[in-house]
């Protein structure tokens, strides 16, 4: 935890001033209901002029703890698809700078990564730009993950952001730059609303793979319920195993409960569609 408390305030006392890339990027965040992660998020964000916070209804304290940032331009949408929230953010809400940067409301961007931003990607010629994600878990940030690198800073007016599954997806133009820094994945919201959004992700998921003709081998793999198993083994080395205890454990969990919920929905499916 107190490895966690020490990179957190490193960021905040770093990002609290303005910065010049923060005239030339918007970053915009979705939210709902994000009064556990938000204010984090936020302040990693005071380099930046202007912040774009888009809300599809919250009922918590997001609202209040986001308009408390003078940097911040509150707009709110009913959600309807990943696609379209992201497509509003981007166009809709007033992005004046050539770049935006799109944050889920529980990332928090390093201070390394901003002085990447300002001294390496804004003097290139790039158009896009690819962020190595941190996962934090227990206060404690993990050695890897099983998640690819994503691409998250790009040009608002030409980004093609959709969804596949219960993803968002985002393509933009090249060139694109392949940070060595970038953002900390560090959710904290409790129990309960976590895993009812894994039950909606396993939904979602399995409607994509439903409507696939011909599915890659690791939805294919997923059809034999043995994903939960071989998933959490990956996830817990790749975070550091031993190394990194209760959080690798904690992890590990996470992960496989999603496949879990996942495999008992592709199961329900072929046993209705068998009659069984």
């Avoid at 309807?80 to 509003?88: I, L, V």
Wanted: net charge positive.
């Amino acid at each position: 935890m107190e490895a966690g408390r020490a990179v957190l305030c490193r960021i905040v006392n770093y990002t609290k001033m303005r910065r010049p890339c923060g005239q030339a990027v918007t970053p915009a965040v979705i939210t709902y209901n994000e009064e556990a992660n938000i204010e984090r998020t936020l302040k990693a964000l005071e380099w930046a002029e202007n912040v774009i916070v888009l809300d599809s209804g919250s009922t918590d304290a997001t609202e209040r703890i986001a308009r408390s940032f003078d940097n911040v331009a509150w707009r709110v949408r009913p959600f309807d698809t990943w696609g379209g929230q992201w497509g509003h953010a981007f166009r809709e809400c007033g992005i004046r700078t050539r770049f935006t940067l799109a944050l889920d409301a529980d990332m928090v961007v390093t201070p390394e990564f901003v002085n990447e931003l300002e001294t390496v990607f804004l003097k290139g010629q790039y158009r896009s730009g690819v962020l190595p994600v941190t996962y934090v878990t227990r206060g404690r940030p993990l050695m890897g993950s099983i998640y690819p690198d994503q691409l998250r800073v790009f040009e608002p007016n030409v980004v093609i952001a959709g969804h596949e599954g219960h993803k968002h997806t985002f393509e933009a133009p090249e060139p694109c730059y392949r940070f060595q820094h970038g953002m900390l994945h560090d959710d904290r919201k409790p129990l309960d609303h976590w895993l009812r959004a894994q039950l909606k992700y396993a939904v979602a998921e399995d409607e994509r793979i439903a409507a696939i003709p011909a599915p890659g081998l690791k939805d294919r793999l997923r059809h034999t319920g043995l994903v939960p198993w071989l998933v959490g083994a990956l996830a817990y080395f790749r975070s550091g195993g031993p190394l990194r205890g209760e959080a690798s454990k904690r992890y590990a969990m996470e992960r496989m409960t999603f496949e879990c919920l996942l495999a008992l929905r592709i199961d329900e499916r072929k046993r209705l569609k068998d009659g069984n």
